[in-house]
C-alpha cells in the first residue's frame, strides 16, 4: 500500500454517492418549501401562471421566442416529432451512444431510428458520418449533448440544410451548454429539455420542455400536450396528456435561478479532476473543446480495455471497468456506467439488423466509460478520495 491508500483508509466516512441532491436542497430548502405551500394554498395545481412564468423564464435564458412545458424529457422528444409529422416510412438519424428514449420517440411515431457511430472523445455523435446515412426517408437528425456537452451543430445544421432535414436537439442533460455562444436548444428547429432529477435543472418530480422559434410549431406543441386542443372540449388532433404541474413549475422558477452557478461549480469540479486524474495511467480524461462549452451533467472517464478485450462486457462477462468501479465501490466510492448496452444492440431494436462492431467506437466506448460522482457541492476532499480509490483500484488490478 502505498502513502495515498493509507490516506484513504483512514478518511473513509460514508460512501460518496454519484450525487447528492440533498446537499442542494440544503441550500435552497427553505425558498422551495415558501414556494411550494403557495402553490399549495392556491389550489391551482395544472398549468396556470406558475408554468406560464416558468416558460417565459426558460424562453428567455435559452433564447428562444418560445418555450412549451411538458411531463417529461421523453414527451419534449415525442412531442416535437409530432409537431412536424414525422411517422411511418420516415427515418431519424441519432446517436446509438445515449439514454433509451432518444430512440424510444423515434419508434413510438412509427418512424424508424438510424443510428451512426460517435466520436470517442466527445462520446456525441460523429458529424462526418451524417451524410453518408441519409437517405430519400430521412426527415430529420436528432444531435444528443450527451453529458452535458454539445455536439457539434455547425456540421449538424449545414448537413440539414444541404438536404433540408430538421433538427431535433436532445437538450436533455445539457441545460446552459452552449455551442459558438448559442444556447443548446436554440440552434436547431426545436430543442427538447428534461427536468427529471438528476439532470443540471432538475425538478422534484418529471417535467420536460420544447423550445422553439417557429410560433406554428410551437401552437401544435401546446396543442398536442393537451389531448390536441387549445380550445376546451374542442379537438384538433390526436395528443396526449403532457402537463406540467404547477408545483414542478414553482420548483423549477427557483432552481433555474441558480442554474449558472451550479453549472460553473460543476465546471469547477471537472477542472479539479483533471488536475487530479490526469498524472493515472491507463484512463482518458474528458476533454472540451473549444467552440463547446459543457455543462458536466457527467464527468466521464474511460478505463482502456485492451483490444482483445473489448467487447467481454457487452457479452455479460465482467471486464476491466467492471472490476475497477467494484473496488472503488469497496472503498466507499460510486461510480455509474452511462451506457452500458449501446441502443442499436437494445434486444427491442433486433429487428433493425444492427452487429456488434458495426458501430465499433461506440461498442468500444459503452465497454469503458465510468462517469464519477458529478454534482456543484462534492467537496475538495471527495474529489481527492475518489482520485484515491480509482488510482487504487488500477493498481491493485494490475497487480493482480
Ligand atoms: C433523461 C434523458 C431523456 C429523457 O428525459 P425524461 O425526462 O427522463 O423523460 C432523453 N434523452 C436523454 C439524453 C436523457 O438523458
Known amino acids: 500500500m502505498d502513502q495515498d491508500s493509507r490516506l ?49 423564464q426558460f424562453a428567455a435564458y435559452t433564447r428562444v421566442e418560445q418555450a412549451i412545458a411538458c411531463n417529461s424529457g ?9 409537431a412536424y409529422n414525422i411517422g411511418a416510412g420516415d427515418e431519424v438519424i441519432t446517436s446509438s451512444f445515449t439514454f433509451f428514449s432518444t430512440a424510444e420517440v423515434i419508434t413510438l411515431v412509427g418512424a424508424t431510428p438510424v443510428f451512426i ?69 436554440s440552434i436547431g428547429h426545436v430543442g427538447c429539455f428534461s427536468f427529471f432529477p438528476t439532470k443540471n435543472l432538475g425538478a422534484c418530480g418529471d417535467g420536460g420542455m420544447v423550445t422553439t422559434n417557429d410560433p406554428e410549431i410551437a401552437t401544435t406543441i401546446q396543442k398536442l400536450r393537451e389531448h390536441g386542443s387549445n380550445i376546451r372540449y374542442y379537438h384538433e388532433l390526436i395528443g396526449i ?16 435561478r441558480y442554474l449558472d452557478r451550479w453549472n460553473q461549480a460543476r465546471h469547477e469540479v471537472a477542472q479539479r479532476y483533471q488536475e487530479l486524474l490526469s498524472p493515472i495511467p491507463g484512463i482518458i480524461l474528458p476533454q472540451v473543446l473549444v ?64 452487429q456488434l462492431g458495426q458501430l465499433p467506437h461506440t461498442d468500444r466506448t459503452a465497454q469503458e466509460v465510468l462517469s464519477l460522482p458529478m454534482f456543484p457541492e462534492i ?22
Not at 476532499?381 to 488490478?397: C, G, M, N, S, T
Open 291 to 354: 467552440p463547446a462549452q459543457s455543462v458536466w451533467n457527467q464527468y466521464t472517464i474511460r478505463i482502456q480495455q485492451p483490444q482483445s478485450e473489448a467487447l467481454e462486457g457487452l457479452e455479460g462477462r465482467s471486464n476491466l471497468r467492471d472490476q475497477v468501479r467494484e473496488k472503488m465501490q469497496s472503498q466507499g466510492v460510486s461510480s455509474m456506467v452511462y451506457y452500458p448496452i449501446p441502443l442499436h444492440l437494445q434486444p427491442v431494436y433486433k429487428n433493425l439488423g444492427y
Open 117 to 185: 457511430d460517435i466520436d470517442p472523445q466527445s462520446f456525441n455523435f460523429d458529424t462526418q458520418q451524417l451524410a453518408a446515412a441519409i437517405t430519400p426517408k430521412t426527415k430529420a437528425i436528432i444531435p444528443v449533448h450527451l453529458f452535458g456537452y454539445p455536439a457539434d451543430m455547425t456540421t449538424v445544421m449545414e448537413v440539414a440544410r444541404q438536404h433540408n432535414l430538421l433538427v431535433i436537439e436532445d437538450c436533455a442533460q445539457a441545460t446552459g451548454a452552449m455551442w459558438e455562444g448559442q444556447k443548446v436548444g
Open 8 to 56: 484513504l483508509d483512514k478518511t473513509i466516512v460514508n460512501t460518496i454517492p454519484p450525487l447528492d441532491l440533498a446537499r442542494q436542497y440544503q441550500i435552497i430548502g427553505d425558498e422551495i418549501s415558501t414556494a411550494v405551500q403557495q402553490v399549495l394554498a392556491s389550489g391551482r395545481y395544472i398549468g396556470g401562471a406558475m408554468v406560464q412564468e416558468l416558460e417565459t
Open 241 to 256: 396528456n403532457s402537463r406540467l404541474d404547477s408545483l414542478q413549475a414553482a420548483i423549477l422558477q427557483i432552481k433555474l
Open 74 to 82: 421523453t414527451d419534449a422528444l415525442y412531442l416535437a416529432l409530432r
Open 379 to 400: 467537496t475538495p476532499e471527495e474529489q481527492q478520495r475518489v482520485a484515491y480509490a480509482l488510482k487504487d483500484a488500477l493498481q491493485e488490478i494490475s497487480s493482480d
